[in-house]
């Protein structure tokens, strides 16, 4: 079969040879639906019709904000296939902010020179009814049960665009999302460079929860398998926070052999589910178990392991992989596993950023060696090369990179150097495998010293008075001392009332190597999320310097 | 004398204006205050209290604590 660069191509492809392939299975509690190429591409090609009674052209950009249904994929594949820019944005969920929606979207129209946004009533009457959802560009919301289903199996009257494309938008604060264009020139290449890695065969079966708004969601969990042909069971990510055995499930029901999760989704794991239902769970069928988009963590990774070791999971088949939406997704990844961790020297890798093996200290994750085509360099703050073992900023060149940032040159200019990107990661090589240590923006410098906020969020995970996963760290301007201070924003478990920091504080002292100046506690449910549904170092950080947790929280004792 | 000491160290070392600490609180071993503080402190002591402690006497091991700080100041 002759190669090709057009998603048009490979869905016609599929079509003709494979119509009735069960390609995507939605997942919603104890009911699933499958759908059929035949079907997917039936309804593919009702976009493209309506995309074009619409007036749309090529390059303009199309928002999908759905969930997981047949229209979701649709009105995605359709507005590649047609030329437009589709990109999706998250589903708003209960318990976020509607004001933090409503900002977002509203920037995201300014910023990206938005022509639709498709969805459904319950959103389109949100956004309706916000008074700021103005920008010359939008021509109106489609409500996806206003697109006529036409039963049509061809694109004949539907001609080829220029070009392929789509918009990753990257996670970040509110406001600030910045359109990542993607070629699918970009897209096959990656799929391509992936593939060693990967290993997706025919007869494979991916099961995700990933939110289709993200690289490894939208890339690993949807695009390439639908390019391979490999069949996708896909759960709503609202659904799975709240059972994640149903991921489990499905695997050993189906014999899932791909699944792509970020480290703390392991934690989420085999937190919830009870050591007694362990045995209900076959994962011999995985064959790739990929760990992304977040440092991977020694702990989290061995009670997962010791865990669901009777399930037959064999920990040679965990990956990690470091990726990001500027290179369509994947920029390294192990091969065959475990997961190699080093032991690096704390002080020294805090006070000189470079590594020295030791028997006991910090524990890196390696994320492997670049993939084919892709080339990455670990430099210094001018910009020199840096030798193996010392820590600097990543930069990545390979033929599966973004275009540029979509309106906004600025931020492109920015980033792009000589052909280079500099991801804001910061990381090391040590053997010819690449580590990644953490970003540079959320880095706190304390007299000269790189503290690493998670470092000092693991401890607080830990603590037992406080919620896991729902407490930041960040550093303040201190004029006093001219350099930074470090604040603790934690929550604390219902019940608890009045407690005893210093402990706290000083295992923060004795691991990390400094000071917490400011520890707030608070309520449960008041660390604000960003758009990507974490909690977001950045918001809270403002949040504080503006004063918004002042009234609330909690007193200690000493 | 224990007041004193808490209230400056609270308004003027610390970072944290609703932190509650008692004579006994460890304060440079929890990282409440560094090191760095124990020069401020010794200014504090002599000019509020008209003591001259000895640098030497004025340690992270100590100074660790307001009691401690109070039983060293009453030497002199």
Request: aromatic share 0%; proline share 17%; glycine share 0%.
């Given at each position: 079969m002759s190669p090709t660069t057009r998603f048009r191509d490979i869905m016609e492809r599929h079509l003709a040879t494979a119509p009735e392939f069960p390609w995507l299975t939605l997942i919603s509690g104890d009911e699933s639906t499958t759908i059929s190429i035949r079907r997917l591409a039936e309804r593919t090609y009702d976009y493209c019709s309506f995309y074009r009674k619409l007036g749309i052209a090529e390059n303009d950009t199309v928002v999908i904000i759905l969930k997981e249904s047949l229209d979701l994929f649709a009105s995605f594949f359709a507005g590649i296939i047609y030329g437009a820019l589709p990109a999706y944005y998250f589903y708003p969920s209960p318990k976020q902010s509607i004001e933090l929606f409503l900002r977002s979207v509203e920037n995201l129209l300014v910023r990206n020179k938005i022509k639709i946004i498709v969805s459904n009533q319950e959103v389109i009457s949100v956004l309706k009814g916000h008074h700021a959802i103005e920008a010359p560009h939008f021509i109106g919301f489609v409500e996806y049960t206003d697109v006529p289903s036409g039963n049509r199996s061809t694109l004949d009257d539907v001609p080829r665009p220029g070009r392929e494309a789509f918009l990753q938008f990257s996670s970040g604060t509110t406001g600030a999302k910045k359109g990542v264009k993607i070629s699918t020139e970009a897209l096959f290449n990656q799929i391509t460079a992936y593939a060693e890695f990967a290993n997706m065969r025919p007869g494979d079966k991916v099961v995700s929860w990933l939110p289709h708004y993200h690289d490894m969601g939208l890339i690993a969990c949807m695009l390439m398998p639908f390019v391979n042909r490999v069949e996708l069971y896909m759960l709503s990510p609202f659904e799975w926070v709240k059972n994640p055995r149903l991921l489990l499930d499905w695997i050993t029901r189906v014999k899932g052999t791909h699944m792509w999760l970020p480290n703390f989704s392991l934690g989420h794991i085999s937190r919830s589910i009870p050591d007694s239902e362990v045995g209900s769970f076959d994962l011999r069928s995985l064959k790739r178990l990929v760990c992304c988009s977040e440092p991977v963590l020694k702990e989290t990774v061995d009670v997962f392991l010791q865990k669901f070791q009777r399930t037959g999971l064999d920990p040679a088949h965990m990956q990690n992989c470091f990726a990001m939406a500027e290179n369509t997704f994947a920029m390294t990844s192990t091969s065959e596993g475990p997961i190699r961790f080093l032991t690096a020297d704390p002080d020294i890798f805090r006070k000189e950023h470079r590594i020295q093996i030791v028997p006991r200290g910090r524990d890196i994750a390696s994320a492997g060696k670049p993939i084919t085509n892709t080339e990455v360099r670990v430099v210094s703050e001018t910009g020199g090369t840096l030798p193996p073992d010392a820590v600097g900023e990543i930069l990545i060149r390979s033929n599966c990179m973004l275009e540029g940032y979509h309106n906004n040159k600025e931020e492109t200019n920015r980033t792009m150097r000589n052909g280079w990107f500099r991801t804001g990661d910061l990381g090391f090589f040590h053997e010819g495998e690449l580590y990644i240590t953490g970003r540079i923006k959320d880095m706190i410098i304390v007299g000269g010293e790189n503290i690493y906020p998670q470092d000092i969020e693991l401890i607080l995970n830990s603590c037992e008075y406080l919620l896991p996963g729902r407490n930041v760290a960040f550093g303040v301007e201190h004029s006093r001392t001219g350099t930074e201070r470090i604040v603790v924003l934690a929550e604390v478990r219902s019940g608890q009332h009045v407690i005893d920091t210093i402990p706290l504080r000083t295992e923060i002292l004795n691991v990390v190597g400094v000071s917490v100046s400011q520890l707030v506690l608070l309520p449960h449910m008041c660390l604000l999320k960003g758009t990507a549904g974490k909690i977001s170092r950045f918001l809270n950080k403002q949040a504080f310097l503006d004063g918004k947790f002042d009234g609330i929280r909690l007193k200690e004792t000493a | 004398m224990e007041e004193k000491l808490i209230a400056f160290i609270i308004s003027?070392?610390?970072?944290?204006?609703d932190l509650k600490i008692s004579a006994e609180t460890k304060l440079i071993s929890s990282g409440i205050i560094d090191s760095f503080s124990l020069v401020a402190l010794q200014a504090f002591i002599e000019r509020e209290f008209g003591k001259n402690v000895p640098p030497q006497r004025i340690t992270p091991q100590t100074f660790d604590s307001v009691r401690q700080m109070v039983d060293i100041i009453n030497e002199f």
């Open positions: - | 003027d070392l610390s970072d944290d204006p």
